[in-house]
């Protein structure tokens, strides 16, 4: 019931940027199986995501970053094989989570550097604020039914 309930709720916040209804929860349940199984919170993902690509599944960066999660195509051939498609969901989301969840263990748990790390501006503030703002302030979730237990 209470991925029933994230799912809904998460469903309503992502609709305008993704109108087709079984478009968007197929794109939630990747999200949310891709984070939690790299240990990450898919709030977190859904905020890194939005912050990335701004939920366009065939954005690229000025520096060739792809797909949702925006990465970098030297990660296909260290982490998977080359041919692999970045613009693919499950592929940008099992990339990008990896990737995060990597940096996490480099820096220990910070999720700070490891953001910066993840974008490539360590050290620098902005980008690090605008993921955590935007996993705070658009994608928090309690469950109401188990926090009124």
């Not at 898919?42 to 366009?56: D, R, T, W």
């Not at 498609?85 to 990339?95: D, E, V």
Request: some cysteine; charged content about 25%.
């Amino acid at each position: 019931m209470e991925s029933v309930d994230w799912l809904t709720e998460m469903s309503r916040r992502l609709e305008k940027r993704i109108p087709d209804r079984e478009a968007r929860l197929d794109f939630l349940r990747a999200v949310h199986y891709e984070a939690t199984r790299a240990g990450l919170d898919p709030q977190l993902v859904l905020g890194l995501i939005q912050v990335e690509s701004g939920f366009k599944k065939y954005a690229v960066s000025s520096s060739g970053a792809r797909g949702y999660m925006q990465v970098m195509p030297f990660w296909a051939r260290l982490l998977g094989g080359s041919d692999d498609n970045l613009f693919h969901l499950r592929t940008s989301l099992r990339y990008g989570c990896t990737i995060l969840r990597h940096y996490l263990d480099i820096e220990q748990g910070d999720l700070y550097r490891a953001l910066g790390r993840y974008n490539g501006s360590l050290g620098q503030a902005e980008y690090p604020n605008l993921v955590r703002g935007a996993w705070h302030n658009q994608w928090a979730y309690t469950n109401n039914r188990v926090a009124s237990r």
